[in-house]
């Protein structure tokens, strides 16, 4: 009889684990939760505390029972889910379906503590699997507290808002109480670059040469010690003037020692952020692979072990065992200049969890390039990130040798201030082993481009060369995912174990779209965000939903009971749902007056919505009336700005496979184009065009008619299109023209178009002022029958023909036919 069941959420964390226990153990997965609420019910009772029905989720009924039968022959249940709220939660939830006492008799509550153990450990070796046995406790009942509130609140928003939003926009959508303040973060940048004015600025360098080599760039900053700034090009060209006649003289000379100190080791989201940046991975694929080296890679003749330590933390504290072997480590590889006398420790956030330790390997001597041969390219990949930062976060500052040298340039009565900062690299320190990425560009790289002679102050100077530049303040960048982390992390909105899951939701939903890389929300992100936020002002507030974080953070401390907090936000929530359903706008009633004529009747023409956001429809439309226009048009709303710098780099910027952040390229298979990992077979990824990204746009030889630049093929919603490469300044777009003249105006030529709905017309090129369409194509013949200045080419089901498109004339004849004489 085995000594216990070993209860784990996976097979690969049990393979491993299973090893460390050795044969009186018996280590089963419960495939992560075993118990969930009802889907079909809000399965919470509001009136009743909060009382919530859990049910076994459809589908793991074996599973449990199978567990339950494993349970019924030991004498103790070891429940070793991960250490954190979901983990304590799995737990609990097992402890219920399987407390009913060893070998099928029912026991006391009391017992069954006694027999069911909870085991926790943040790394799966065999040294810290064998001391969390050695050490089980109860179940946390205050972790599962808060679990069992976020869950709640998660549920009570789901279950209570999308309804809403299927009522009044569409079915299929969802609200939830962080995906929807996430959300709110990137349509409030997005208003904020539309909103943003750019102002003209001036920057005046000057080349420089001292008595002895090299050359070097000072910038401008004011006159005598006053800072200015250049706002035109006409004060550009006064200062310029009046410094080539300036005499250059060094006004002072600052030397100083400057220090940079490592980076702390990874906690959830530095890792995301880190990996999104430096190997182009999305967030959710660096959280499946960081899995997988912390349940257990197979190293050749060592089997299964578990690489890193748990990689959901928001801790940056390390064990002391750890500890001591990184600096062991440092000491030998590196030398004692490396290791500084004591190890380095670094700052906790106030919520973070002292029972975790930050994402670390679990043994520096599995360096990455030894394990190579047995890990996939992709996790080489992340676990040398983890290791090079964790080894690094324990070595010396790198030491900059800095020189800041003032330089005035005398014209006159006037003495103009320039300034140039130039850094050498002393001692790398820590950058030996790892440097953090960063969004942009920072002074630092600045200095160290700058490459500086020997000065002295009173040291004449050379002008070699004047560089007037002009400049335009740019506005805020739309979030990349590594940057929406950031954010998220640093207001507090949700936690690093959940940003996975919403940068996910938002994408699945269409909320937003990937241009370049960069999250841009779409129309329908647009309309539900402005119709959560006006009607649930308190739910979806950027500074309560932090504050709610830091409750569950206080429910898991034991410092506030679970349904209180919950209580206080429900008086919130139902004063907004009732609001919200009396005064929400109706979508999909929305009618909204526009300037515009429609294209056929000359009626004015109206903003509607349907399955796939707003349209420009006829306004004499009648849906009780078959003979009433029909006509539809794309509203420009739907398509990307091809002003915005995010949507012009798309074209040009390479595009990086999500999975092993190789290259992807455009392909053309059976059903269209496509793009395609680069990596294949090893990498077998592939995504449609039609999944929030842009083709890159293909340059053309032919030049545009109207302003003489290149010509480029697009990509639009509806398929192919050539326009210039001038866009917005030159509007030009190729037309597809038939060679046929308009009927009707007899000037304009007909042209292909295509409607809305995706569906091929004919149309005159003086649109609006000629309004003639035709649903066939119009060929340039009489009809023989009646007169009809042309004739239509109609794909019938008995073959296409070619007919009259006078409805009282009969005239048709089979397109193999040779015309009438």
Not at 738 to 760: H, M, Q, S, W, Y
Request: with cysteine; glycine share 6%.
């Amino acid at each position: 009889m085995a000594k216990g069941l070993v209860i784990v959420e996976s097979p690969a964390k049990a393979k491993t684990i299973q090893k460390y226990l050795g044969k009186g153990f018996t280590v089963e997965a419960s495939l992560g939760h075993v118990k969930d609420l009802p889907k079909s019910t809000l399965g919470v009772d509001i009136d009743n505390e909060f009382d919530t029905e859990y049910i076994v989720i459809p589908g793991k009924e074996k599973v449990v029972a199978k567990l339950k039968k494993l349970a019924q022959s030991v004498d103790t249940i070891y429940l070793a889910p991960d250490p954190d709220r979901e983990g304590e939660a799995i737990a609990a939830h097992l402890a219920e379906e399987l407390g009913d006492g060893a070998k099928g008799k029912k026991k006391k509550k009391s017992e069954d503590a006694e027999r069911i153990r909870r085991v926790t450990f943040n790394e799966i070796t065999k040294r810290a699997v064998q001391e969390a046995f050695e050490h089980p406790r109860d179940i946390d009942r205050a972790l599962v507290d808060a679990q069992q509130a976020r869950r709640v609140l998660d549920r009570l928003v789901g279950y209570q808002v999308s309804p809403l939003l299927w009522d009044k926009v569409r079915r299929g959508l969802s609200a939830g109480r962080v995906q929807t303040v996430a959300l709110r973060l990137i349509v409030e940048r997005e208003r904020e670059i539309k909103a943003f004015e750019k102002k003209e600025y001036w920057t005046i360098d000057a080349n420089l040469a001292g008595p002895k080599p090299p050359a070097f760039d000072a910038r401008f900053l004011g006159k005598g010690e006053e800072k200015i700034e250049v706002p035109n090009g006409e004060e550009a060209e006064k200062i310029r003037v009046a410094l080539e006649k300036a005499d250059w003289l060094v006004r002072s000379v600052d030397k100083k020692e400057r220090r940079r100190n490592a980076t702390p080791p990874f906690t959830t989201s530095k890792l995301q952020q880190d990996s999104s940046r430096k190997l182009r991975f999305s967030v959710k694929r660096t959280m499946m692979i960081a899995q997988r080296l912390y349940e257990g890679v197979e190293l050749g003749e060592e089997g299964s072990v578990g690489l890193i330590t748990y990689m959901r933390t928001d801790s940056t504290r390390v064990a002391p065992e750890a500890l001591n072997e990184v600096r062991e480590y440092i000491g030998k590889e590196y030398g004692p200049q490396y290791l500084p006398e004591s190890p380095n420790t670094y700052k906790e956030k106030k919520e973070a969890q002292a029972a975790h330790e930050a994402i670390r390997p679990t043994s520096v001597s599995h360096h990455p390039d030894k394990i190579k041969q047995y890990l996939k390219e992709d996790e080489f990949k992340v676990y040398k990130l983890i290791w090079q930062r964790f080894v690094a976060s324990q070595i010396t500052p790198a030491v900059f040798d800095q020189t800041t040298v003032d330089i005035d340039a005398k014209s006159g009565s006037e003495t103009f201030w320039f300034r140039v900062t130039g850094s050498v690299l002393k001692f790398d320190g820590f950058l030996k082993v790892y440097e953090e990425s960063k969004d942009s560009k920072d002074e630092e790289e600045e200095e160290l481009k700058h490459k500086l002679p020997p000065l002295e102050v009173g040291q004449k100077l050379t002008l070699k060369e004047l560089k007037p530049e002009q400049h335009f303040t740019e506005p805020p960048p739309r979030y990349n995912e590594a940057s929406l982390v950031k954010e998220l992390e640093e207001r507090g909105i949700g936690r690093p174990s959940t940003y996975s899951a919403i940068l996910s939701t938002i994408q699945e939903r269409q909320y937003v779209q990937k241009l370049g890389g960069k999250f841009s929300p779409t129309e329908i992100g647009l309309v539900v965000t402005d119709l959560l936020v006006e009607n649930f002002r308190d739910i979806f507030d950027v500074q309560y939903t932090a504050r709610l974080e830091e409750e569950l953070d206080e429910i898991e401390e034991g410092k506030e009971k679970w349904t209180i907090a919950l209580a206080d936000f429900y008086k919130k929530f139902e004063k907004d749902l009732h609001y919200a359903e009396k005064h929400m706008e109706n979508i999909k009633r929305m009618e909204k007056p526009t300037d515009e004529k429609c294209e056929r009747c000359g009626s004015p023409l109206v903003i509607k919505w349907g399955k796939h956001g707003s349209f420009y429809a006829c306004s004499s439309y009648d849906k009780e009336n078959p003979e009433s226009c029909t006509f539809t048009k794309e509203n420009p709303i739907n398509l990307p700005d091809l002003d915005s710098a995010d949507t012009q780099d798309t074209g040009a910027a390479e595009e990086y496979c999500e999975n092993c952040g190789r290259v992807m390229v455009l392909k053309r298979g059976r059903f269209g184009q496509f793009m395609a990992c680069t990596g294949y077979p090893d990498c077998k990824t592939t995504r449609r065009l039609d999944q929030g990204k842009r083709v890159p746009d293909i340059p053309l030889d032919e030049l545009c008619p109207k302003c003489g630049r290149n010509l480029m093929i697009r990509h639009g919603r509806y398929g192919e299109f050539t326009s210039c490469s001038g866009y917005p300044e030159c509007k030009y777009v190729k037309q597809n023209f038939i060679g046929v003249k308009c009927p009707d105006c007899k000037d304009g030529e007909l042209v292909e178009k295509k409607a809305r709905k995706g569906n091929t017309f004919y149309g005159c090129s003086n649109y609006p002022k000629c309004k003639f369409t035709s649903a066939n194509k119009p060929l340039a013949e009489k009809c023989p029958s009646c007169g009809s200045e042309f004739l239509v080419e109609k794909n019938l089901k008995s073959g296409p023909v070619i007919a009259c498109p006078n409805k009282e004339c009969d005239f048709e004849r089979p397109v193999e036919a040779a015309p009438a004489s």
